[in-house]
């Protein structure tokens, strides 16, 4: 018999990091592994109150631990932020369809992050990193309002130890007095002359607000990506996860199980694909 799709599994908060004032990542030991592939999602539920669809932030080759970046916005995220080490949620998934490696091999990878948006993108660069000459290049560009919005701050300026091999790029809307990086939404660091890429044969992939979604398509649409080449994680709003309610619906689509992650051209059609 199939385990029930419904059911969370117990998984206990090993560890808490505070990121910037309203996002904090959380280490999570699920009874047993989930092994999930990055772009794939987990519903992550707190018991009696409900539950939130969110992106593993973590190594997906890492098995008995999993990390989730979250903002807190609302009844789930408020609940789940004021959580310590040694509290239980529970978790459903993996969900959704991956970023297609696959695809990726043998091409530059751009991947351009907003805000909170660099989660599911550090799954994606883990992921890279362990098979890094497989790709011809990999760019990082990534902003935030403030540098207090950085997230991963700590790690951002040796990327995990794998600064070599990334050409990378920060920018704060923003700046404040330690700052001495670059300024500009994130569109003004994919112009000529802070980025050097071959659109043409490259793959872009980005996540972000919608706003900021938007935008970097319009800009990376104007670089020369192909619309079959440029991967946006479609947040819709999500209920079962599983494709039986309708919430996530796009189109002929349903995010939850079609995506999260679709490519431009999919979706470019589409009514209000960036609300
Ligand atoms: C596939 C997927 C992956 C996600 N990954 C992450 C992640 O890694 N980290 C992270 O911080 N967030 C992520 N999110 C967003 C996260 O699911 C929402 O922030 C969360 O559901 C809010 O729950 P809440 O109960 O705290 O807020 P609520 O009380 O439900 O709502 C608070 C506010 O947020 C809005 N909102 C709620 N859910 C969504 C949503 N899914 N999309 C847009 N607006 C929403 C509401 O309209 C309201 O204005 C992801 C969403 C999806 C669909
Ligand atoms: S969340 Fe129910 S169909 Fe997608």
Redesign the pocket.
Same mark, same amino acid.
Not at 52 to 55: G, M, Q, R, S
Not at 235 to 238: F, G, L, T
């Given at each position: 018999m199939q385990p029930d799709p419904y059911a969370p599994m117990p998984a206990a908060i090993v560890d808490v990091f505070a990121e910037t004032p309203n &996002?904090k990542t959380f280490r999570l030991r699920p009874e047993a592994p989930v092994p999930f592939r990055a772009g794939q999602?987990v519903e992550l539920s707190v018991p009696g109150l /409900?539950e939130?669809?969110?992106?593993p932030?973590s190594a997906p080759s890492v098995a008995d631990t999993m990390e &989730?970046? &979250?903002?807190? $916005? /609302?009844? $789930?995220?408020?609940r789940l932020h004021a959580l310590k080490p040694g509290a239980v949620v529970g978790v459903r998934g993996p969900l /959704?369809k991956p970023y297609p490696l696959e695809a990726m091999r043998g091409r530059e990878v751009l991947v351009v992050g907003g805000g $909170?948006g660099l989660?599911?993108l550090r799954a994606l660069l883990f992921a890279l990193f362990e098979d890094v000459t497989a790709y011809r290049k990999i760019i990082l560009r990534y902003g935030a309002r403030t540098p207090s919005d950085l997230v991963y701050r700590g790690a951002l300026d040796d990327l995990w130890g794998m600064a070599d091999a990334v050409d990378a790029m920060l920018t704060v809307d923003r700046r404040d007095d330690g700052w001495t990086g670059h300024e500009g939404v994130v569109t003004t660091i994919l112009e000529p002359g802070r980025l050097t890429c071959d659109a043409r044969n490259g793959v872009a992939v980005v996540c972000g607000p919608p706003i900021m979604m938007k935008f970097t398509t319009v800009k990376l649409l104007d670089l020369g990506y192909a619309p079959d080449r440029i991967y946006l994680?479609m947040?819709?709003?999500?209920s079962c996860g599983i494709g039986k309610c309708g919430h996530?619906r796009l189109g002929a689509y349903y995010?939850?199980q079609d995506g999260?992650v679709f490519t431009f051209d999919k979706v470019q059609g589409l009514s209000r694909i960036w609300d």
């Open positions: &996002i999602f /409900g939130a669809p969110f992106t932030s &989730i970046t &979250i903002m807190r $916005v /609302g009844l $789930v995220t408020e /959704g $909170v989660a599911p994680s947040e819709k709003n999500m996530c995010a939850c999260p």
